[in-house]
């Protein structure tokens, strides 16, 4: 299996909702990634986690917040966001944080009204 | 700042004509380029990655030139088919920080 799986696929949300993105690898990657992509733009780090333990904070505000539950799970919990939020979040994983080749998902096109 | 940049911002090339991707970097800390291509609707998707200690590198019709001494690298995908017409992501790895940082990305067409 070497699928980075995410669900869902799109979302819709108001700016008072709360919401999580979820992300699943099954490769043994010790390493996850969120990243953000607006459109026609590159993909922007957020956040990176290295043996289930946050590695990395992009400065990303407070409003996402992620969670790695296990070695094979990330979340992203989403809380009070903004319209220029919406993007499509991409997760991402490697064998681990040193390891240079990134496994990316499909995305959650998230839209924030 | 934009560490790595990258030309030209679109591109339409006949079917069967070469695509030239070009891309630069300033940051001599980088050790890993990766191109990555992305369908519209999906993750970008690794395609060829090269080390700076090699000065090419090919993978069926797509091959890398890296110039160390310009701080430049560039994809060439030969025979381009329409099933090519996609969005190209150089990047750089930065060894220190083990980020990926990625160029802005050259949308190429191919024309049937």
């Known amino acids: 299996d070497t699928e980075v799986t995410q669900t869902p696929k799109h979302l819709v949300m108001g700016m008072t909702n709360k919401k999580s993105l979820k992300c699943e690898q099954h490769?043994?990657?010790?390493?996850m990634y969120w990243y953000k992509q607006k459109a026609k733009k590159p993909p922007e780090l957020m956040f990176v986690?290295?043996?289930?333990?946050?590695?990395i904070n992009e400065s990303v505000p407070s409003r996402f917040s992620p969670e790695c539950p296990n070695s094979s799970l990330l979340n992203l919990h989403l809380h009070a966001l903004q319209p220029e939020d919406s993007a499509l979040y991409l997760c991402?994983?490697?064998?681990?944080?040193?390891?240079?080749?990134?496994?990316f998902g499909s995305g959650t096109q998230l839209s924030v009204l | 700042q934009q560490q790595v940049k990258q030309s030209p911002q679109s591109l339409i090339v006949q079917k069967g004509g070469i695509s030239i991707i070009n891309c630069a970097y300033e940051?001599?800390?980088?050790?890993?380029f990766p191109w990555y291509q992305q369908f519209p609707g999906k993750g970008p998707a690794l395609l060829i990655a090269?080390?700076?200690?090699?000065s090419e590198k090919k993978e069926g019709r797509f091959t890398i030139s890296f110039n160390k001494s310009a701080k430049q690298f560039s994809l060439h995908i030969m025979d381009s088919q329409p099933g090519d017409s996609a969005t190209y992501f150089c990047?750089?790895?930065?060894?220190?920080?083990?980020?990926?940082?990625f160029g802005a990305g050259t949308r190429l067409f191919v024309k049937a």
């Open positions: 940051n001599t800390a980088f050790d890993y």
């Open positions: 490769m043994g990657h010790r390493a």
């Open positions: 986690y290295s043996y289930e333990k946050l590695s």
């Open positions: 990047a750089a790895r930065d060894n220190g920080g083990f980020k990926t940082i």
């Open positions: 090269i080390r700076p200690d090699v």
């Open positions: 991402a994983s490697s064998l681990d944080r040193g390891n240079e080749k990134l496994f």
